[in-house]
Nanobody, 127 residues
Framework: QVQLVESGGGWVQTGGSLRLSCAVS????????MGWFHQAPGKEREFVAA????????YYADSVRGRFTISRDNAKNTVYLQMNSLKPEDTAVYYC????????????????????WGQGTQVTVSS
């Protein structure tokens, strides 16, 4: 059984930064594609970023490209989301997810492509 545990959420003012972490246990971490999604109240879960393979090809939603950076440390079984220049519209619960490593690019933009999910961590950006 694969388990994902997010941490690092919190409250920050507009323009601030946060770094989210997602610790993965249970199976070989480096074999998974890893993604971050967010979900605001009353909205669907939306793709934020993904990192594929041990070489780390990265993909971002247009709304966060240039502000957020996804990375992974295979030695620590952890994936990170560095969030800079935060905006009130980034306020949401952020989830990390693990999926099969066999595809590239926009395949990983859909939530149903992932097999395992964390419980989520709240990010609140005040104006």
């Amino acid at each position: 059984q694969v388990q994902l545990v997010e941490s690092g959420g919190g409250w920050v003012q507009t323009g601030g930064s946060l770094r989210l972490s997602c610790a993965v246990s249970g199976r070989t971490f480096s074999s998974y594609a890893m993604g971050w999604f967010h979900q605001a109240p009353g909205k669907e879960r939306e793709f934020v970023a993904a990192i594929i393979g041990s070489g780390g090809s990265t993909y971002y939603a247009d709304s966060v490209r240039g502000r957020f950076t996804i990375s992974r440390d295979n030695a620590k079984n952890t994936v990170y989301l560095q969030m800079n220049s935060l905006k009130p519209e980034d306020t949401a619960v952020y989830y990390c997810a693990a999926g099969p490593p066999y595809y590239t690019g926009t395949y990983y933009y859909a939530a149903d492509r992932y097999n395992y999910w964390g419980q989520g961590t709240q990010v609140t950006v005040s104006s």
